[in-house]
C-alpha cells in the first residue's frame, strides 16, 4: 500500500487509486474517477449556503494559533435580539 497523505482529513493511496476524507469519526472512501463528481456536489451544497438567506457565511479565528477558517452557522431568528 502507498498512502499519500494530503492534509490531516485526507489521504490517497496511490495503489488503489481511491481518495479517502475523514469528517469527524466517518471516513468516506472514493476512487479517484468519483472524486470530481463528490466534490461538484459539495461545491454546489456550498454556494447553496452562500446565497441562502437561512445561512451566515463568515469567518472565525482560532485564539489559540489565530487560524481564520470559514464557518456556515443557521441566520439567528430576528426575535433571538430582543
Request: glycine residues 2%; aromatic residues 10%; negative net charge.
Amino acid at each position: 500500500m502507498s498512502i499519500v497523505i494530503i492534509d490531516n482529513d485526507s489521504f490517497i493511496d496511490s495503489e488503489s487509486h481511491t481518495v479517502a476524507i475523514q469528517i469527524d469519526r466517518v471516513t468516506v472512501s472514493l476512487n479517484v474517477e468519483e472524486f470530481l463528481d463528490f466534490f461538484r456536489t459539495v461545491s454546489d451544497i456550498k454556494l447553496y449556503f452562500e446565497s441562502s438567506p437561512d445561512y451566515v457565511v463568515g469567518k472565525e479565528t482560532d485564539v489559540e494559533t489565530g487560524e481564520v477558517s470559514d464557518i456556515i452557522i443557521p441566520k439567528p431568528d430576528d426575535n433571538d435580539y430582543t
